[in-house]
């Protein structure tokens, strides 16, 4: 059973930084692509970032291009999402996610597993 498990959410004020983690089990965590997703309140949920099973393939959205920094360690089986100079409307629930394909990693429809979220608010 597959299973992802973020942390390192919280409360930050603008221009701070957190950083996320996302473990994985369950399958061969090099094998898959993973995301990190974001969703406000009221709002749909919004891709933030993905980095191939190697790691040798990145992309941003363009919100957080140049603030954050997508990273994996496939000996750990995680994968982080690094966010630097944070702004209020960074804040929402991020959510991991595993999926098998390398097209549209931007398409939440191309991951099948999730993680639960966690919290992140950026205020002062």
């Known amino acids: 059973q597959v299973q992802l498990v973020e942390s390192g959410g919280g409360l930050v004020q603008p221009g701070g930084s957190l950083r996320l983690s996302c473990a994985a089990s369950g399958r061969s965590f090099s094998t898959y692509v993973m995301g990190w997703f974001r969703q406000a309140p009221g709002k749909e949920r919004e891709f933030v970032a993905s980095i191939y099973g190697s790691g040798g393939t990145i992309v941003y959205a363009d919100s957080v291009q140049g603030r954050f920094t997508i990273s994996r360690d496939n000996a750990k089986n995680t994968v982080y999402l690094q966010m630097f100079f944070l702004k209020p409307e960074d804040t929402a629930v991020y959510y991991c996610?595993?999926?098998?394909?390398?097209?549209?990693?931007?398409?939440?429809?191309?991951?099948?597993?999730w993680g639960q979220g966690t919290q992140v608010t950026v205020s002062s």
């Open positions: 996610a595993q999926g098998p394909s390398s097209t549209r990693t931007y398409n939440k429809e191309n991951y099948d597993y």
